[in-house]
């Protein structure tokens, strides 16, 4: 829905340039022979009050004097006259238009009352300060680019117009085709979010590229991205990856760009490959778009020459892959086939002699072996071999572009014979690189995809089960600290917070004074064989920087003085701080124990993240850290551990045993549940949490708060996410059976055959408006892994078997004013009230969802369903461009808890 009237941007029926000229060197000139040029076939009307003429077509005064009604404008006119104009095409009729002119985003006023004037007509803004777009199987050209692009698979989205015309050029140098092409320009309204919803559902799009400088509507774009990630691969590359260049960036697109790692977390929860450079981009996808996601990324290589597997090996390496270990089975079974001096290990060295049955033969043992996802087949020429004769040994054991199913990806080294080679295996839908690095470099980009897609199909509520959570307490804690004006709790409060939320944390008793301190020393001595004194200050928040934390107390009158040291050095550093207390706590130590970070901080445009690494004193010069967006489940957590180097080391090492990864998991999944509970949590540092085999126990804990969002309901809506909606479940009883109505989550996908099975053809073509005898697999991944954000579908699930027995949709407009739905229950359980009860939910849903109203499209010899909604409330009518069709519409305002 958040692609209103952009269809008529990419599929016109006619066209009107605003600015049309004659004259040489003018972009109205360039444009409508664009237009001309490149064979458009529907209505092309200049508009330009100088003209009589243009281009050989009759050139109009005005937007009025149009005969006919632009499905599609292009505005090459000046900046200050653009508002009238989209205002004129709005009463005229036209509903998308491509703003080419430049200037308007420079003033807020005028970019205003241009977004104003187009907004009472739904009217679409590509732009403004845009190439424009090109649309090559449509005939249409309506930009300035320099080039005709060719047709092909691949949409094109890009924030920079000279990166559009510098792609259209390499695409044309490369024999590479477009299906779509959008230079975003400014974004005032249509931005990348709504053209990969587009994209999403083109099915002449196969794949998708964007170059980004700024991500504006975060939350939309990611809910986007995520839907188009599911059916087709994404690839990106966001600029502004260092300081220096983000700063320019943001010059140039008038907008904020976030930290660029927290950038990497989101478009990688999208399930998009992120790449670096404009060279990798056409390469990257035409390998992704190759294969279906990889469970794991193993590579094995099989080569003819050591030196180039090696060379191969350190690329992978510097591309953080991983190379499989050969079973003893595969190694005993080379060994029986191949030359005594083979390597014996990965890289598999055949030897430079090797003819083409000795590539077959030890390509189909490798092939089998469990231990190897990803093949890479090299050749270096000799004058012992043809390396042509090898290509066709490895292209007949190809089908579509894998062997025994595994993603092959091939190297034939050298200049003529190897390009022959490269030619035979490309024929065989082998992917073929002319270089060591160039074919690691394919073989990372289907990894780091595979690894994004399998993050793309978590669904978080940021629950953990396992876990109490006492989300009561930490919120006593919170109000009290809000009520007293402060952003920062002290330790216990903050310990209290995470504690509530599962997180293992020392006893900690408060100390008034160092008097008292030395009392409750006494008492924790008496278990404990040491004790640490920390400061407690509203005014301090690092108690390390001004020596405020004393460690190894072994006694009473020690732990006095550790008390009167800190209030002599914290007025030393700074004679204006207050000494609330002192936090008097059990020494914790563990052997084989690592100090971690975990961390949330707000990132300007992605809102709240997750930051885990090690931590410590010396935390900002070790630098070893990753972040991830909330919110976070065990898989997730895990993942995040994994891209750091300290979470190797967790995994233990020599003498070392590894630490109780479960509870660092846990407490990761606590804190995004922390996260998405209390949207007043601004910041927060557990530093050090200690890990060992034995657990997890956080030693220091800081939170800051936002003191007027403490009472702000869950779950937070700064979330660039949103999490799996777990609190909408419930049990329902019909005639003595039993439901359980949830929102749908991916793993529904495999309840979906038998559903459908047991659903009759007319209820099928109730539901989708047409009949449907097969349900391909990516439909079922669309309907089972959506986004939450603008989409929610209930299932009712069939408490004794778990079957799947009815599901109810919902979906939004952009607007979030009404939302369309849609109902199917299966037809042997019909007649029971489950498909009310369905209703009941889905209304309910929208209502706290602050929707006015739903809609949907009904038959009209659904009768079933004309009869419901009519009883439920729904007003019908009939459907002003379809006589089959009924529009039933349900006003919102008073609905909740209709039964």
Known sequence: MSIRNLHLAIDPRSVAIIGASDRDGSLGRVVIENVIGAGFEGEIWPINPKHNQVAGHRCYRRVADVPGVPDLAVIVTPALTVPTVIHELGIKGTRAAVIITAG?????????????????FLLRVVGPNTVGLIVPSAKLNASFAHLQAQPGGIALLSQSGAITTSLIDWAADNNVGFSKIISLGDMADADAGDFLDLFAGDPETHAIIMYLETISSPRKFLAAARAAARVKPVVAIKAGRHTEAAKAAATHTGALSGADRVVDAALHRAGILRIEGLG????????????????????????????????????????????????????????????????????????????????????????????????????????LASPVDAARAVASLARSGTISEKPVLTCWLGGRTAREGRHVLQQAGLPSYDTPSDVALAASYLAKWSKAQHALVRVPSGRDDEVPIDRGLAGSVLQKAAAEGRRMLNEPEAKAVIAAYGIPVPPTVIAKSPKEAEGIAGSLLASAPRIVVKLISKSITHKSDVGGVVLDVLTPLAAREAAEGIVARLEAHDPTAVVDGFAVQPMIERRHSWELLLGVTRDPIFGPV?????????????????????????????????ETRVGKLLAGFRSEPPADRATICRALTALSQLIVDFPCVLSMDINPLVASAE???????????????????????????????????????????????????????????????????????????????????????????????????????????????GIARLYADPDHEAAEYGLLVRTDLQGHGLGWALLTHLVDYAVADGLHRIEGLVLSDNAKMLKMCREFGFSISSHPGDATLRIATLALQSQAGVS
């Open 104 to 120: 308007i985003s420079a003033d807020k006023a005028l970019r205003q009352a241009m977004l104003d004037a187009a907004k009472p």
């Open 610 to 642: 997750i930051l885990f690494g090690s931590g410590g004193v010396s935390v900002e010069v070790v630098a070893d850290t990753a972040v991830a967006l909330p919110p976070l489940d065990a898989v997730l957590a895990g993942d995040l551990i994994d």
């Open 695 to 805: 657990g997890v126990i956080a030693l220091d804990v800081r939170i800051e708060i936002d003191p007027r969002a403490v009472t702000r309901p869950g779950p937070n809506p700064d979330l660039a996410i949103r999490p799996y909606p777990s609190e909408w479940q419930k049990q329902v009883t019909l005639d003595e059976r039993r439901y359980h109505l949830r929102p749908i989550r991916p793993a529904d996908a495999a309840l979906y055959p038998d559903f459908l099975s047991r659903t009759s053809p007319a209820d099928i073509r109730f539901r989708f408006l047409s009949s449907r005898k097969h349900f391909q697999d990516q439909l079922l991944v669309r309907l089972t892994q959506i986004d939450y954000e603008r989409e929610i579908a209930f299932v009712a699930l069939d408490d004794e078997r778990g079957d799947l027995a």
């Open 280 to 383: 990798e981009l056409f390469d990257a996808t035409e390998t992704v778009a190759r294969f279906p996601p990889l469970e794991r990324s193993r590579v094995a290589i099989v080569t003819n020459g050591g030196g180039a597997g090696v060379l191969a090996v350190d690329r992978l390496m510097d591309f953080a892959c991983a190379l499989a270990d050969l079973s003893p089975e595969t190694i005993r079974a080379l060994d029986r086939v191949l030359p005594a001096n083979w390597s014996r290990a990965n890289p598999v060295d055949i030897i430079g002699d090797a003819p083409p049955d000795r590539y077959q033969t030890a390509i189909e043992i490798i092939a089998q072996d469990p231990e190897v996802d990803i093949l890479i087949i090299m050749n270096c020429p000799t004058g």
